[in-house]
């Protein structure tokens, strides 16, 4: 499905024909080839218990209607306040644009603008930057410019890590980083909501987080590399005999 006729999605989608990318503590993520465009998340089926609630949530967050689809609730949510307010022209997003949902063997799957580099493979996220030492100072300066971003347009971000953003180059040639999961407001009063300076609050806490997480990925990055530098055996010049010459 080309980026450019996003909303003919068919009703089910088998997931043995697609990619299982990733996952987390709550998705499991799959690319397929015949949706170039797009990525599709579901929720892990561990986590349902035989009613489709939240088997290893809090007895409180355990019986909420939505059950295990809270989490997509939410950034529906959030993408809805945003078109709001944008008056219906959304342009780029600072997050990855949700498209609709279809039907799969793990039950409902979202599907979701594929963040990828120029050549299409999936974008990294920001810890695999860091642990990989590769992050360098145009990320942090792309890092801010994201959470300022967010901060300015009042998009909330309710539980965003380095493991959720990810850095890009292949939207339109700019480098930036994009949230690609854990938007919305996730308390119980919509506070972040409601409140664009509770919500300016809770980015300058999660910029400061952030900071600390950058840190400590680039020293052990960098830990690593110097701990595989010392493994390393010197070769050893093996000098060849000198020639006798005979008179």
Known sequence: MPMDDPFRLPNFIDLDLGTRIGGG???NVYEFPDLPGVLVKTVRADLADENGF????NPIRRRRLLGIYGAMARELNEFLIQ???RRGLLGKLPFARPYGFVQT???LGLVVEKIADRTGRIAPTLRDLCRSGRFEPFHLTALNTLLDRCKREHVVLGDVNGQNIVFTDGRDGEPEFVVIDGLGEKAA???HSVSRYFNGRRVERLRQRMLADIQKWSRQALGHSLAAAATITPTRRVEKPETVKRG
């Open 25 to 27: 503590q709550y998705y």
């Open 54 to 57: 939240h088997r290893k949530a």
């Open 105 to 107: 063997r793990e039950g």
């Open 189 to 191: 009063i919509p506070i």
């Open 83 to 85: 078109l709001r307010r």
